[in-house]
């Protein structure tokens, strides 16, 4: 089942990270209002260093190399690592943004679904790092 699933999960995350990143890139990514705010309430604060415009940009950049890291058999440490440090940041609106991600109490917004759908990425980045350490 394995010669399946393992290259099904690469490619369901390199799609998922490489696609959103590009929309990022491209200035057409309809999370860009909620990563703008985010970026305002946090890194904005305490560094001048980066302009939104700027981080925006390598932001998805980032995403797109989680995406084709993921497709490269041997370097599933390198891109879970990646997948968690992205993991983090992804999900500190859920708690920072609370007016913009949840409606009431256990109702996202679309933006909190966004982020709350990160739990099936990390259980299929695990099977793949699962996998590789056991072949």
Do not use: C
């Amino acid at each position: 089942m394995y010669r399946l699933t393992i290259p099904l999960a690469r490619f369901a995350i390199f799609v998922i990270y490489f696609w959103f990143g590009l929309l990022k890139v491209l200035g057409e990514s309809p999370a860009t209002p909620m990563v703008q705010t985010l970026f305002e309430n946090t890194v904005a604060k305490f560094t001048g260093v980066i302009s939104f415009d700027q981080f925006i940009i390598l932001f998805g950049l980032f995403e797109m190399v989680i995406g084709i890291i993921f497709l490269i058999p041997r370097w599933e440490k390198i891109a879970t690592v990646l997948l968690a440090l992205h993991i983090v940041t992804t999900t500190m609106p859920l708690f920072v943004l609370k007016d913009m991600l949840w409606t009431k109490a256990w109702v996202p917004t679309m933006e909190g679904q966004y982020i709350i759908k990160n739990i099936a990425i990390v259980a299929l980045a695990l099977s793949i790092f699962q996998y590789s350490r056991n072949r």
